[in-house]
């Protein structure tokens, strides 16, 4: 590899994802070209992968948990310096249609997303991203903690959408890594009480470690109740972060009346919902995209002041040469959040 080639990571195919060598791309003017420090393998890539995501399908260049240096800038980027440590804000919204002038440039009607279909994403050596969606990582941060501040980020625009839910009773549907990252978003905004259901025990245990305060197996055929004893009420807001039938079902189940399931899991089949019951019982069911930039201020925020165990969510870490492997164990099942790292990185 010379300084005018990079190695690139594509999932090129159902199942098939290679680390391939090619030209470092032309920066633009409004863009940045960043080395690579770090890169989260995510849900929605594992999805995507096994081409079951409903929108992005192989070839695709992935990558969009993503910690790097600043190595060069466009002609008319300003307020980025050469060295910075950045990560990306990877939603591309065009900032003139009806969502992004009225505040939801994360559902932007002409978006374009950074690693997920778009033409660049972080998992290579060097790679592009306009200028203006990076955000410096503070001075204090290690790239563990910065690793996280985008996957931390969902789950906060999530508590936001759902309204005040200090002193609610939550249910999370779902351990894995978007799970615990919502108990650590519903603590940080004050819930009251936190009951987490998954169907793996050392997952549910997992949580119980973290602080919820009591888990339920979700595969009990009266999981809704259960949670609901466990709550001492009904649920005021369920985020469900697995969104398959099953799951959206029983959250339904768990607020009963009045309350709020937010979809914060990517769902990859229909799923019915029982309409009669959101209208009579006065349910409301809400959707969460992604995040906005105050989410991701907000994340930096609570990861500065302890508020996320990125020891405990940062369980494996691979050479970018070996993603081949770093995927198959994030779709193992048995890891909360699997890194990759570039030329030379090291994680302490």
């Known amino acids: 590899m010379s300084e005018s080639t990079r190695r690139r990571v594509i999932v090129s195919a159902p199942g098939q994802v290679d680390v391939v060598i090619e030209a470092v791309p032309e920066v633009r003017a409004d863009e940045a070209l960043v080395s690579l420090q770090v890169a989260g393998v995510c849900g929605s890539d594992i999805h995507g992968m096994h081409g079951t995501h409903p929108t992005m399908k192989p070839p695709y260049y992935p990558g969009h ?52 279909g778009f033409r660049e994403g972080g998992m290579a050596d060097l790679f592009t991203v306009r200028a203006d969606r990076l955000h410096v990582v503070p001075e204090g941060f290690d790239l563990r903690m910065a690793s996280l501040i985008e996957p931390f980020s969902t789950p906060l625009h999530a508590v936001r959408l759902a309204g005040d839910i200090a002193g609610k009773a939550v249910a999370i549907i779902g351990c894995g890594t978007i799970g615990l990252l919502m108990l650590a978003a519903a603590r940080a ?27 339920v197996d979700s595969a009990a055929p009266d999981v809704a109740a259960l949670v609901r004893a466990e709550l001492g009420e009904s649920a005021d807001v369920v985020f469900d972060c697995v969104s398959i039938q099953p799951t959206v079902t029983s959250a339904i189940e768990m607020v009963q009346r009045g309350g709020t399931v937010v979809i914060v899991g990517v769902p990859s089949k229909p799923i019915e919902v029982p309409a009669f019951i959101l209208q009579d019982r006065q349910v409301r069911l809400q959707g969460a995209a992604t995040y906005l930039s105050e989410d991701y201020a907000d994340a930096i925020a609570i990861i500065a002041a302890g508020g996320v165990d990125a020891g405990h969510m940062i369980t494996a870490s691979f050479p970018l040469e070996q993603t081949p492997a770093a995927f198959a164990a994030a779709a193992g099942g048995d890891q909360i959040k699997v890194l990759l790292t570039g030329a030379g990185v090291e994680l302490d």
């Open 65 to 116: 948990e993503v910690v790097g240096v600043v190595e060069a800038l466009g002609a008319d980027v300003t307020g980025l310096a050469i060295g910075q440590l950045v990560t990306p804000e990877p939603p591309l919204p065009c900032g003139h249609c009806k969502m992004c002038t009225t505040g939801r440039s994360n559902i932007c009607e002409n978006l374009e997303f950074f690693g997920c």
């Open 189 to 215: 905004k004050g819930a009251r009480r936190i009951v987490m259901t998954d169907v793996l025990e050392a997952k549910r245990q997992g949580a119980l470690e973290l602080g919820a305060d009591a888990v």
